[in-house]
């Protein structure tokens, strides 16, 4: 029955759809196997059924499956234009950040010119506020003397200007008295004109008169012009201490102004140094920044790199320890197959001497490992015999002939001076 219901099977099968239902005779004309066949039939039709059914469940998971493949193939071509995307995206921001990254370089160039220069002419501002200290000093060290000198020229003014008010005093009451002695001189000659006859002697009298007033007018003329002369001098020498006193002075507000200017950039570099210093220790913090930044990217690409060596290594290692452990295990076996040969060919060298009846010395051994095929051959074939152990028994001269026997052993000849 079972084995029936391959060809039924084929048969089904072969058969079109409109013809699939066979004609079955009157269940009462016909044989008895018919019922049984029948059902074996029907069963068949069902597993048929069955099995197409079946067929088209596992083509239509077939479909979903190569749609879903489909469907994978298209998110990875998404996914693989998104990553070339991002990729040019990343290509275009490190571009960018090369190019930020280069005019920060630049920028970082000038400010370092800029230092330098702010640098040069702080130096040169340090040099002039140095000299103008020295200049402060000596001034200092000289504005004492130059103030004792100025009191002393005030007090000389001082005395100079009484002079000239003792002189001018004095000069005043020499005219008042030479406008007297004028008047006293004119009311006399009046009445000398007038007593001209009285007296006999008016003219040795007035012979007298005008000798003592003409000594009178030499003198006091004389008094006058010293006066003069020393009111000049006084006047000069009132203008150059005037003159001196304005040069003092200018010198002294000239001090001052260099005394401010000095302290101005004493201020200024005060100020110009904490800037510098709190530009130095931004510009230091930001290098340390950026250093640090450049040694922890450094550090992990070095840790991935050594993780990736390390586990190729293991890799390599595993392999390699796998490797001889194949190694090992061969060199084993070929151990082993030689001691087996070499225990055979003691054997058969013991048989030899036995059966010879001389003794034979063994120059060498030769084998057949890894020489591929080793026979039976139904035909004339080179045996490569790989695998030599020379001076077996201590009889081996590579200026030997030897030649070979039935037991795989060579006996030695010294008929001709080669090796075969």
């Known amino acids: 029955m079972r084995s029936s ?7 089904l099968c072969s058969l079109d759809p409109g013809q699939s239902q066979p004609r079955v005779p009157v269940r009462g004309s016909a044989p008895p196997q018919v019922p049984a066949l029948w059902d074996e039939l029907q069963g068949l039709k069902e597993l048929v059924l069955s099995l197409k059914m079946e067929e088209v469940r596992r083509r239509q998971t077939l479909r979903g499956v190569e749609s879903q493949l489909r469907d994978g193939e298209v998110e990875a071509e ?28 630049e920028q970082n160039k000038v400010q370092e010119l800029l230092m330098l220069e702010l640098q040069s002419r702080m130096n040169s501002s340090e040099s002039s506020a140095e000299e103008l200290r020295k200049r402060n000093s000596a001034l200092a060290s000289e504005l004492p003397f130059l103030r004792t000198r100025l009191r002393a020229s005030e007090s000389t003014v001082e005395q100079l200007r009484r002079k000239n008010t003792v002189l001018a005093s004095r000069l005043c009451s020499t005219e008042t008295l030479l406008e007297e002695l004028r008047g006293q001189m004119t009311e006399f000659l009046t009445s000398n004109s007038s007593s001209m006859v009285m007296i006999p002697d008016a003219a040795a009298l007035q012979n007298l008169l005008d000798g003592r007033l003409e ?5 006091t003329e004389d008094q006058f012009s010293e006066m003069r002369l020393e009111l000049n001098s006084s006047q000069i020498l009132l203008d150059q201490l005037r003159r001196g006193v304005a040069a003092q002075a200018a010198s002294v507000t000239q001090l001052q102004v260099r005394m401010n200017a000095a302290e101005e950039l004493e201020d200024v570099h005060t100020e110009t140094a904490d800037e510098m210093s709190l530009m130095d220790l931004w510009r230091k913090l930001n290098r340390s920044e950026s250093l640090q930044d450049q040694v922890n990217t450094v550090f992990t690409l070095r840790l991935n790199v050594t993780e990736q060596l390390l586990d190729e290594l293991q890799t390599e290692s595993a392999v390699r320890a796998a490797d001889l452990r194949s190694v090992s295990d061969g060199l084993t076996d070929a151990q082993e197959e030689l001691q087996v040969r070499l225990g055979a060919v003691a054997a058969a060298v013991e048989e030899l001497n036995t ?13 057949l490992t890894d020489s591929g095929v080793v026979g039976p051959f139904d035909q004339e074939t080179t045996l490569v015999f790989s695998k030599t152990i020379i001076n077996v028994g201590h009889a081996y001269n590579h200026l030997q002939v ?10 030695s000849s010294a008929s001709r001076r080669q090796t075969t």
């Open 5 to 11: 219901a391959p060809v039924l099977l084929l048969l």
């Open 78 to 105: 998404t996914q693989r234009r998104s990553m070339e995307g991002l990729q040019k995206e990343v290509t275009q921001q490190i571009v960018e950040l090369r190019r930020r990254v280069e005019e920060q370089e």
């Open 215 to 219: 000594k009178l007018q030499a003198r």
């Open 355 to 367: 059966e010879g009846g001389e003794e034979l010395r063994v120059g060498f051994s030769a084998g």
């Open 402 to 411: 030897f030649s070979r026997l039935l037991s795989e052993a060579f006996t």
